[in-house]
């Protein structure tokens, strides 16, 4: 592979994006559920028109130039309750809240660091453009890694709702950590 640019998404990234993303849920999480997952049909509405929403992208540039070896995307928190215990909806549905999703790398891509990286630009972005003091993600942990990647990260645990049926975690993003400087972050609360 050669070397790998991550970026805001435009929309010549959302075919590569939403390729990446399908690929991912195929292979490590059962497949498309509309419940869930049916931002991916319209990723131009749901991140490059929405306020306060982005897509970012890893692309790949040399031999595949521009292909979308990994995703991540930031929106407004609107958890439902239920399958959310009450309270987590109430914390978190606020406008100075955002949700990390769509955190997924192609499996040839993966142990280089690039959902590091998404990760890091994205809260940035979350932080420093769009305004928000928060930044919460939930993971299956039922998915190979995904537990132990975002324990690694510098990331505070809020709840461990297993053993729901979709095996959630949820934690907020260490935000003065992640970003390497002092600010607000979930410790603080």
Known sequence: MGEVKIR??????????????????????????????????????????????????AVEHGENEGRVLATTAVRPCHLVSPPNPEWLAARYNGPETCQLVRVWVRPQARRRGLARRLVAEASAWATEVAGYDTVYLHTDAGVPGAEAFWRSMPTVEVHDARPDPFNTVHFEIDLPKIAGRPGKGAEQR
Do not use: S
């Open 8 to 57: 805001a998404a435009g929309p010549a990234d959302l075919a590569g994006a939403a390729a990446c993303m399908r690929e991912v849920l195929d292979r490590d999480m059962g497949g498309y559920q509309e419940r869930w997952h049916r931002d991916i049909d319209d990723l131009a509405v749901t991140y490059l028109q929405a306020p306060r929403a982005a897509l970012f992208v």
